[in-house]
C-alpha cells in the first residue's frame, strides 16, 4: 500500500501562483509515476501532469507552459508549481501515484483562483 499527503492549496487571485506537493509513504518502489489530476465542480477529473521516476514529464495542453512538475526522489515527494492561474484552473487537485500496475490517489487539495 502507497499513502499520499498532499499540501498547497489555497485561494489566489488570477496571475498568481501556488505550489502543490505530495508526499509518498509506505511501500515504494524506484520505479514509478506520480502526478496531478484535477476535478473542477460539475466536470470529470482530468489528467494535469504526471513525471516518472526517471524525471520524463508531460503535461495537458490547457497548462503547458504555466505549470511545471518536478520531483525529489529521496525525499518521495512531487511539486505542481503553478504560475499564471487562471479562475478556470480552480478544482480539486489529486495527487497520483501508480507503480506495478497500481494507481494511488490522495485525498485531494482545493485550489481556487478567484477573478
Known amino acids: 500500500q502507497v499513502q499520499l499527503v498532499e499540501s498547497g492549496g489555497g485561494l489566489v487571485q488570477a496571475g498568481g501562483s501556488l505550489r502543490l506537493s505530495c508526499v509518498a509513504s509506505?511501500?515504494?518502489?524506484?520505479?514509478?509515476?506520480m502526478g496531478w489530476y484535477r476535478q473542477a465542480p460539475g466536470k470529470q477529473r482530468e489528467l494535469v501532469t504526471t513525471?516518472?521516476?526517471?524525471?520524463?514529464?508531460n503535461y495537458a495542453d490547457s497548462v503547458k507552459g504555466r505549470f511545471t512538475i518536478s520531483r525529489d526522489n529521496a525525499k518521495n515527494t512531487v511539486y505542481l508549481q503553478m504560475n499564471s492561474l487562471k479562475p478556470e484552473d480552480t478544482a480539486v487537485y489529486y495527487c497520483?501515484?501508480?507503480?506495478?500496475?497500481?494507481?494511488?490517489w490522495g485525498q485531494g487539495t482545493q485550489v481556487t483562483v478567484s477573478s
Open positions: 509506505g511501500s515504494i518502489f524506484s520505479i514509478n509515476t
Open positions: 497520483t501515484y501508480r507503480q506495478l500496475g497500481h494507481d494511488y
Open positions: 513525471i516518472t521516476s526517471s524525471g520524463s514529464a
